[in-house]
Nanobody
């Protein structure tokens, strides 16, 4: 599967953005889908992951984004989304979507497929 992330940009603190991750080559519904982010000089950080549709599609979030970010999946468009609300300056990072042929994980090394990343910058 190939993944294409988009939707990043510059937003003021308190604002919102929606990231998209379009998949091609295979149905995104058959993968556990994760979102990660990486700020300059920091390790890649878990944001969320979602079970496959056949396993109920349950979604899990990192503590730093819980209650503000929502991941979703549109199987008809073969796309997953990350709705980001109440953005903070510390959310500034490159955001990546990833696919795993399994149950999903908080660990980036468990994912086989990655999108190219999209930059999110939150200004104060």
């Amino acid at each position: 599967v190939q993944l294409q992330a988009s939707g990043g940009g510059l937003v003021q603190a308190g604002g919102s953005l929606r990231l998209s991750c379009a998949a091609s080559g295979r149905a995104v519904s058959s993968y556990a889908m994760g979102w990660f982010r990486q700020a300059p000089g920091k390790e890649r950080e878990f944001v969320s992951y979602m079970y496959t549709s056949s396993r109920g599609g349950a979604t899990y979030y990192g503590d730093s984004v819980k209650g503000r970010f929502t991941a979703s999946r549109d199987n008809a468009k073969n796309t997953v989304y990350l709705q980001m609300n109440s953005l903070k300056t510390e959310d500034t990072a490159v955001y990546y979507c990833a696919a795993q042929d399994g149950y999903g994980s908080r660990w980036p090394e468990d994912y086989e497929y990655w999108g190219q990343g999209t930059q999110v910058t939150v200004s104060s």
